[in-house]
Structures are given as structure tokens and as C-alpha cells.
């Protein structure tokens, strides 16, 4: 076998064990993940339960899913490295904090209407002042959970898409760096062709 052909046969066996690693590096530092497919079936004003995640690549079962808490909290470690994740991620926690102020509003418009309601000793009264008040508070909480809850459920189903799209933006990244910048022939001392590869350090 001449030179030629066998410093072309052995690139030609280094190209699937570059291609291997260029795949697999990048996993081993982010999972892909994937959420619950209840969860991935979230619309507009849709449940505000926790999200649950897998970062199982096989078939997962119900056992494989993971809380990503209320905040999404759990999920931020996996996020970290991709800034377009963390953003989505962040506006999600944003608008679970407008919920939870929301809800706590509503329950306490809702309580101090019926204390309003059970106070005093002579006939019950349903409409006075201080009850127009807490009517209208808790409509007014009502009509903004709408407006909150609209896009929240969006923002973590965003943050997954911009994380898994980023491992796809990795992996091909690697194999660009490891790929020679050059193919060529180059003549060695005694005059035989040999297979000259280039690479840029970079």
C-alpha cells in the first residue's frame, strides 16, 4: 500500500471517532431535556401547576419526571450556560411571582369581605363601603390573572426549546473546530506523495 493510500485510510478512519466525540462532549456538560408531555401541550392561560422535566434520553416513563418547582428552580443548573434559556427562565419566575401576589390579593379581598360581612351584632350587611372596596379588589385580581397567566406557561416551554436548540448549535460548533481548515498533497523527503491535513488553532 502506497503512502498516499494509507495516510488516506487512516484520516478516513479518524473522521467516525471525531465525529463521536463532537457529539457526545457537549451532552455529558448539558442533557438534552425534555418535558412532560402534558406539559408540552400547555396553551395560552393554561394550568399553572409546576412543570415536570426529564433529562432521560430512552423512552422516559412518569417515574423519569422531575419537578422543575414553582419557580422553575430546579431547571436553572441545566439552563446556566445558555443566556436566551436563562432569560426565558427568568421572565417565567417573574410572572409566577405576579401569580402568587395575585392569588394572595384575591384570597385576602375575598376574607376581609365576609369579615366584613359577619361583623357586628345587628343585621348582616353585604354592600357598604368598605365591602365595594374588597368587591372591587377582587375583581380587579381576577381580571389581571388573566392578563398574568396568559404567556406564562410560554416562557419555561421557551427556556427548554432554547436550551436543546443550543446543544444542536454546540455540536456542530465542535465539529467545525476539530474538521481540518485544509486537505491537500505534500511531497515527502524521498519523494513519495503524502496526505497533508491543515488545521487553524483557534
Known sequence: ?????????????????????????????????????EDKARGLNG???????????????????TSAGFFGQRLRPYLAGNPEAVENLNRYR????????????????????????????????????????????????LLSNMMITRHTNEHMQRAVDAHNAGLGSAHSGLWQRLAPTGVGLAAAPSGQPLLALRWNVR
Not at 484520516?11 to 457526545?24: E, H, I, R
Not at 394550568?47 to 419526571?65: C, G, L
Open 94 to 141: 417573574l410572572q409566577k411571582w405576579l401569580y402568587l401576589g395575585e392569588r394572595l390579593t384575591f384570597v385576602g379581598a375575598v376574607a376581609f369581605y365576609g369579615q366584613q360581612v359577619l361583623a357586628g351584632d345587628g343585621e348582616q350587611q353585604y354592600f357598604r363601603n368598605t365591602q365595594k372596596v374588597a368587591i372591587g379588589v377582587a375583581a380587579f385580581s
Open 47 to 65: 394550568t399553572q401547576h409546576n412543570f415536570f422535566f426529564t433529562t432521560s434520553t430512552e423512552a422516559p416513563q412518569d417515574k423519569d419526571y
Open 1 to 37: 500500500m502506497s503512502v498516499l493510500r494509507r495516510s488516506a485510510f487512516l484520516f478516513c478512519l479518524s473522521l467516525p471517532s471525531v465525529a463521536a466525540y463532537a457529539q457526545k462532549a457537549p451532552a455529558s456538560e448539558a442533557p438534552f431535556i425534555s418535558l412532560s408531555p
